[in-house]
């Protein structure tokens, strides 16, 4: 039985591999695979190797831009590690995050706003503030704010996940341009233009040691410092 719940993992290690490459038809066969296997196994630990599973199902279907599917997944992946875990634990709260993500990708705002205060409730009662999925939960919060037109409430949250992001990865990092980047465009919408083309400037320059001029991210920056540059005129 050992042998066999090895290798589902491989199975599973398998999906994940296919899933990174967009190849989903082959990552779905094998996370398939790797849970026909689980169902079959009896160990104490039988509830978190299937939620472990059904979640990279659902991220398998998030990525085809299947929303019901993948939350139906996730949904039971949660469901099993709340059995397992209780209901506050950082495998639990990762759930959230990923059905916050789903909420906010069909626009249903106030849902995903649920499930990423979740996230970011449950990660404050692990980890001080200075946490990378505590950055991430401010970030994902923000954006969801940004949508709803809650433009001050969002930029509170930009900043607080970028003053976490600092403190862990220092002022030079992708994870910080993005953020620097989201800043940028609030101000740019709320027409503050000095303040837009500030942060915009600052993602930029962050980009620029890390990727090529020709990728897309900072394609992206230059395109809003383009229309900073438009707007002001």
């Avoid at 190849?23 to 779905?28: E, F, L, P, S, T």
Wanted: charged share 25%; aromatic share 14%.
């Amino acid at each position: 039985l050992q042998n066999d719940i090895e290798m589902a993992r491989t199975y599973h290690n398998i999906a994940w591999l296919y899933d990174e490459e967009a190849k989903y038809d082959m990552a779905m066969s094998y996370i398939e695979e790797s849970l026909a296997i689980k169902q079959l196994y009896q160990g104490e630990d039988r509830n978190v190797e299937l939620a472990i599973g059904y979640n990279r199902m659902g991220g398998i279907y998030e990525h085809q831009n299947q929303g019901s599917k993948a939350r139906t997944k996730y949904l039971e992946a949660l469901k099993l590690n709340k059995e397992y875990y209780g209901e506050d634990h950082p495998e639990v709260a990762d759930i959230y995050n990923n059905l916050g993500n789903i909420n906010e990708s069909e626009r249903k705002y106030e849902s995903a706003l649920s499930y990423y205060r979740k996230f970011l409730k449950i990660y404050q009662t692990y980890h001080e503030d200075v946490h990378p999925k505590i950055a991430d939960a401010y970030l994902n919060i923000g954006c969801v704010l940004d949508n709803q037109q809650k433009h001050k409430e969002a930029l509170e949250c930009y900043y607080k996940s970028l003053e976490i992001d600092i403190k862990i990865f220092g002022k030079n990092h992708p994870r910080l341009a993005e953020t620097f980047c989201n800043i940028g465009c609030v101000y740019l919408t709320t027409r503050q233009y000095r303040e837009a083309m500030k942060n915009l400037l600052e993602s930029l320059k962050i980009y620029s040691n890390f990727y090529e001029q020709s990728h897309i991210k900072p394609g992206d920056s230059y395109f809003n410092i383009a229309m900073v540059a438009v707007s002001c005129y």
